[in-house]
């Protein structure tokens, strides 16, 4: 039995997870559990734990992005001009502009429809992660194979590797973020209907998570 699974002790789930006569569930309550479920906190103690971290490291790695985009990008002697995008006829400086959104927003999409259970977010940063994996990859395709663009194979290699780390970057560093969000909207939650999140053991291979109504 997943944690998400687990019922409370009071009731309120029946055995086949369907709402006590007594008592109706709280709304969002398919939400909190799908977070629940795929981000897997031991207790609610380690939600506000998971939460700080992941926003702490999350802030730290965009920031870290912004700084490599500044240093290796926007102050760096390129001819931006030189090989701009055959798409939209972005310069390099606006490509790597536009990586960097890209990435944010298809990450934003991405998690919140792990969660929403919704199609079409999920299917729109599908897009966006194809378009930015195509500015990515296109000044080393180009070097390497299209005689028309003015730059050198080590030239469209150094670009593709500095719009690669904004990539990745921005990617991972908006999951991040994004999970804290949804954590501390779970911790709200929880406490609004007065849940408690706590688990059975914690030197346990499977936390046996269980919601339970709170006594204060």
Request: charged fraction near 20%; hydrophobic fraction near 45%; proline fraction near 3%.
């Amino acid at each position: 039995m997943s944690d998400a699974e687990s019922m409370l002790d009071d009731g309120t789930f029946l055995a086949d997870g369907s709402p006590s006569p007594e008592r109706e569930l709280p709304r969002n309550t398919e939400f909190a559990e799908r977070i629940i479920r795929r981000l897997n906190p031991g207790n609610q103690q380690e939600m506000f734990e998971m939460a700080a971290r992941q926003s702490k490291l999350g802030g730290m790695l965009i920031t870290l992005m912004v700084v490599v985009w500044w240093l290796f990008i926007g102050v760096k002697n390129d001819d931006m001009s030189a090989a701009t995008s055959v798409f939209f006829g972005l310069e390099f400086g606006q490509v790597a502009l536009a990586v960097m959104t890209l990435s944010v927003l298809s990450a934003v999409l991405s998690e919140l429809s792990k969660d929403m259970g919704k199609i079409l977010p999920s299917t729109v940063a599908g897009g966006m992660l194809i378009l930015a994996g195509l500015y990515v990859a296109e000044p080393l395709v180009s070097a390497m194979f299209l005689s028309q663009f003015d730059l050198t194979v080590s030239e469209g290699m150094y670009r593709t590797i500095r719009l690669g780390v904004l990539w990745a970057g921005m990617s991972i560093g908006t999951n991040l973020i994004v999970n804290a969000m949804l954590l501390n909207w779970l911790i709200r939650f929880m406490d609004s209907n007065h849940i408690d999140f706590t688990g059975r053991g914690e030197t346990s291979q499977e936390m046996d998570a269980r919601l339970t109504p709170s006594t204060e």
